[in-house]
C-alpha cells in the first residue's frame, strides 16, 4: 500500500508540510525565522526549488513548490530540513534563548531515540506531500497557506503577516521570498 503521502513524481506540484518535532514552538524566534527564509531563498536560486505559495508559522511551515526538471523533490527537502535543523540548533547554542537548555535537550533525545540524526533533530519525518493535480486544488491550498496566520489569530489579514506568501499576491509589495505566482 506505502505511504500516501510519498513523492511518487519528483517534478510534480506539491503541498508539503514540515512539522516540527513534539510540535514545539521554535519559529516564535525572528532569528529562526529568518533562517528558514534564507534557506528557501538559497535552495530556490541554486538548486533547482520553485516556490508558489509559503508560510512560517511557530512550529510548522507549509509549501505550495515543485522541483525543477532534472531536480528531484525529495532531495531538495532532505537538503532543506538537513540545513534548518543545523542552522537552527547552532543559533538556539550562540544566541539568548530562554528554553535552550530544554530544547537542545529534547531535540536530542528525540535524535537518539529515532537514530536518524547523529545529535540533534528539528523536523519530524516526512513531509506530509500532497500532489496537487487540478487548479482547483492549488487555490484551496494557497488560500489555506495565506489564511493559517489570520486562523492562529497573529493578523487580520493575510498580507499583514510578514512571514507568508500573501504579500505577494495581495498587494504590490513583494514578499520575502523569491515566489513564482501562479
Known amino acids: ?14 503541498f508539503l508540510t514540515f512539522t516540527v518535532i ?11 525565522r529568518e533562517i528558514l527564509v534564507d534557506s528557501l531563498n538559497f535552495c530556490i536560486h541554486n538548486k533547482g526549488l520553485v516556490v508558489n505559495a509559503w508560510v512560517v508559522m511557530s512550529n510548522h511551515m507549509h509549501l505550495v513548490a515543485y522541483a525543477e ?5 525529495s532531495d531538495l527537502i532532505r537538503d532543506f530540513k ?4 543545523n542552522a537552527v540548533r547552532s543559533s538556539i547554542e550562540e544566541n539568548p534563548e530562554s528554553r535552550r537548555e530544554w530544547l537542545l535537550d529534547r531535540m536530542a533525545f528525540i535524535a537518539r531515540k529515532t537514530q536518524r540524526t547523529d545529535n540533534y533533530k528539528l523536523w519530524q519525518d516526512g513531509s506530509h506531500a500532497i500532489d496537487i493535480f487540478s487548479v482547483d486544488v492549488v487555490q484551496q491550498k494557497i488560500d489555506y497557506i495565506h489564511n493559517n496566520p489570520v486562523r ?3 493578523v487580520d489579514l493575510p498580507e499583514h503577516y510578514r512571514f ?3 504579500r505577494d499576491y495581495f498587494t504590490e509589495e513583494k514578499g520575502l521570498v523569491d515566489i513564482e505566482l501562479i
Do not use: V
Not at 500500500?1 to 506539491?14: F, K, Q, S, T, V
Not at 510540535?23 to 532569528?31: G, P, V
Not at 538537513?82 to 535543523?85: A, L
Open 164 to 166: 507568508s506568501s500573501a
Open 22 to 32: 513534539d510540535w514545539m514552538d521554535i519559529f516564535t524566534r525572528l532569528t529562526h
Open 82 to 85: 538537513r540545513h534548518t535543523s
Open 1 to 14: 500500500m506505502g505511504d500516501r503521502y510519498a513523492i511518487r513524481h519528483p517534478n510534480d506540484l506539491y
Open 152 to 154: 492562529n489569530g497573529l
Open 69 to 73: 526538471e532534472g531536480k528531484n523533490m
